[in-house]
T-cell receptor
């Protein structure tokens, strides 16, 4: 069966510090991968998606970037965090344009 | 631009009651619709996926229906239990990796 992991689970970072969140998927090959952000009281916002190694599409201009160095690894990064980057970050995978499966999430607080 | 609305934002019911959660969308040209539950501080758990060509899907005590012409989907929960307490989200895929729009959810509380 497929599983999806995210780490860390929680993170508290000062403004201006770098960020690296990691997501890995097991039990499937060539998945589509997604990074979402969930802000309090708002719906999920798609940040990035990837259909293959090295292929990244960005949905909104922002202070964040994503990379996919391996088939089942997806990384969300920032060189300098802003207060507005605080939120709950969720990684998801799907096969083609189908059912999406989400990881446990990372709670990021920028102080 | 697809817009997805879930009303009510919160719902409280006694244990054992059958209930219906609503999801409305503005553009009927959809690829599929997915229902999720989210427990506080956790990720989303997929409950049901309805393809555009389907009218409903069932899993255990859950039944989801889709009416594209009216832009509506409902999630029916039979014989609700306290363990059903969570936020329920619907997501509409309008036909692409980047074209999934989420509603803001209905927070359900089932009272023992």
């Amino acid at each position: 069966s497929q599983t999806i992991h995210q780490w860390p689970a929680t993170l508290v970072q000062p403004v201006g510090s770098p960020l690296s969140l990691e997501c890995t998927v097991e039990g499937t090959s060539n998945p589509n991968l997604y990074w979402y952000r969930q802000a309090a009281g708002r719906g999920l916002q798609l940040l990035f998606y990837s259909v293959g190694i090295g292929q990244i599409s960005s949905e909104v201009p922002q202070n964040l970037s994503a990379s996919r160095p391996q088939d089942r690894q997806f990384i969300l990064s920032s060189k300098k965090l802003l207060l507005s980057d605080s939120g709950f970050y969720l990684c998801a995978w799907s096969e083609d344009v189908g059912e999406q499966f989400f990881g446990p999430g990372t709670r990021l607080t920028v102080l | 631009k697809q817009e997805v609305t879930q009303i009510p934002a919160a719902l409280s019911v006694p244990e054992g009651e059958n209930l219906v959660l609503n999801c409305s969308f503005t553009d009927s040209a959809i690829y599929n619709l997915q229902w999720f539950r989210q427990d506080p501080g956790k990720g989303l758990t997929s409950l049901l996926l309805i393809q555009s060509s389907q009218r409903e899907q069932t899993s255990g005590r859950l039944n989801a229906s889709l009416d594209k012409s009216s832009g509506r989907s409902t999630l029916y929960i039979a014989a609700s239990q306290p363990g059903d307490s969570a936020t329920y989200l619907c997501a509409v895929n309008s036909g692409g990796y980047q074209k999934v729009t989420f509603g803001t959810g209905t927070k359900l509380q089932v009272i023992p």
